[in-house]
Structure formats: C-alpha cells, structure tokens
C-alpha cells in the first residue's frame, strides 16, 4: 500500500546563526532561528514522512524543551523519521520537497542537499525532489524575515 504524507515548516532569518539547508551551510548574512540547527527543507521533509505513517510532527519525537536537541543537525530527525518507516516493514519511495525563499539562491547547493537528505534517509539521491521559489518579495519571506519549507513523502507499507 503506497502512503502518503504532507510536511510544513517556517524558520525565522536571524543574524549570527549559520544558514544551514538540506544539511549544507550556505553563505548568507542571516540564518535560521530554531532550537536545533534550524534546518527548515529537513523539518518539513521529516514530517512528510512521519505523516506517512499517520505519526506526529517532529516536535513529538524531538521537543524543543529537550537540551539533547539543542544545535542538533537535522538529519539525526531523518534518520529517525526512517527508522519508524523500517520499524514498521516500509521502504521510502520518494520525498520531495520545496523550499520558499526569497534570498539566498540555493540551485547551486542542490546537489549536495539531495545527497545529504538521501543519506539521512536511506535512500537514493534519484529519490530525493527539492525545487526552490522565491515569494515574489511578498509577505514575511518576501521581506526576507524568514525561509519556508513544504514537503511530501511517499512510502510502501505492507
Ligand atoms: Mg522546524
């Protein structure tokens, strides 16, 4: 049976915080704000694929109040996120995902985004979707106040 599920996330664009996206750290005056590493494309991918197991968000699994989280590199939540899928007999057929924001371009980076999220994942690069759109300079990430972040995930449980 071929499951599928939605993933949303919104990180604020801060000074003095690295920019971290797909698990690369790209070159940018600002970063994202968050409790672990902030990694918006990885968040919403993460509860993509919680989703497909009808599971809860991220926050469930990896609370904000936990200090074993603090600065953590998002893809320890991948891994996790697929380590319920093999709990559970399943195997990721794909994940895609874009990212919304208005600076800084991230074409250039996609590469090894997609390499990081399929490693996290278990998964091949070929599996991995990301697109990335401005907001057209409206709105908050328009304003470059923050990135966004939406992503599906499709999974085979038996
Ligand atoms: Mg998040």
């Known amino acids: 049976m071929i499951h599928m599920g939605i993933g949303y996330d919104v990180h604020q664009l801060v000074e003095e915080r690295k920019l971290i996206l797909g698990g690369v750290e790209i070159p940018h005056p600002k970063g994202l704000e968050g ?3 902030a990694d918006v494309l990885m968040h919403a991918l993460c509860d993509a694929v919680l989703g497909t197991l009808g599971e809860q968000d991220i926050g469930h699994f990896f609370p904000n109040s936990d200090p074993r989280w603090r600065g953590a590199p998002s893809k320890v939540f991948l891994q996790e996120a697929a380590r319920q899928v093999s709990a559970r007999m399943g195997k990721i ?23 990081n999220i399929a490693a996290a994942l278990g998964i091949d690069a070929a599996a991995v979707g990301i697109k990335a ?8 990430i328009g304003r470059e106040e923050g990135i966004a972040a939406m992503a599906v995930a499709s999974v085979d449980l038996p």
């Open 133 to 140: 759109t401005t907001n057209e300079h409206l709105g908050f």
């Open 93 to 115: 057929i794909n994940v895609d995902a874009t990212v919304i924001a208005q600076q800084p371009k991230i074409y250039h980076y996609l590469k090894e985004m997609k390499a």
């Open 35 to 37: 409790h672990s590493d």
